[in-house]
């Protein structure tokens, strides 16, 4: 399902650097994200993950480098992706009002907003939960409402940092389950795990980071057969990394 008539991919990303006084943490990454292919961002804690993605989704702005969605960028395109966090930010409203609120930011029409959430909670099996309070749902419903909302808003790309981390296996399979469905949408799915099982199972691509560098960007049935570097071979055998 495409959106619109452009495509804001690729995204290309070049000689990305973030630093925080005087401390570089993303050292000069440059990517090019196709359409297509779902993206698993991996690499030991504190590689610099979870900033790649919010300085991709530009929620960050990098000390140097570009972020270049196809077309250039304007706030016509940045409604264009969405992101989804480890820990779902729900507002202290029921669970429906959430996705109405999240359309209303997205500049629905009234009308639209109302039958947009409506059709995001049936067509993940989240109906029962509409009038609920969403603070109060449990973790995993609140991932799933999460997603279902960033969903509503119809996105090009949806960018998840960490999206089942802090969840157990049966929530974990019901967001694997969303995260295919959105994918085999057409929607881009750009997302980092630290469950090497998961990267399997949902990943076509690997980008591979360690210590704010990019090492690795590699079709994942081969990053997970023979990794290029030491690092990720390292990595992989769960050997610690300097
Ligand atoms: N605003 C900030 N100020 C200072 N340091 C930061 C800031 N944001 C991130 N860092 C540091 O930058 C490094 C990379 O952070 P990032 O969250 O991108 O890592 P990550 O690969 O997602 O790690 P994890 O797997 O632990 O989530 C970490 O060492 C982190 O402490």
Known sequence: MMHGTFSILPLRV???RFGVRGTELIKGISFELRAGVRTLIIGPNGAGKSLTLRLSHGLIKPTAGEVAWAGGTTDRRRKRHAMVFQ???MLRRSARANLVHALSLGGLDRSERGRRA???LERF???HLADRPARLLSGGE???LAIARAWSLRPQVLFLDEPTSALDPASTKAIEEMIEAIHADGVKIV????NM???RRLGDEVLFLHNGRLLEHTPADEFFAKPRTE????FLKGELLH
């Open 14 to 16: 070049s000689g990305l």
């Open 87 to 89: 820990r779902p930010v």
């Open 118 to 120: 409506d059709e995001a």
């Open 125 to 127: 099996g989240l109906g």
């Open 142 to 144: 609140q991932q799933r």
């Open 191 to 194: 997302m980092t795990t630290h």
């Open 197 to 199: 099982g998961q990267a």
């Open 231 to 234: 690092e990720a071979d390292a």
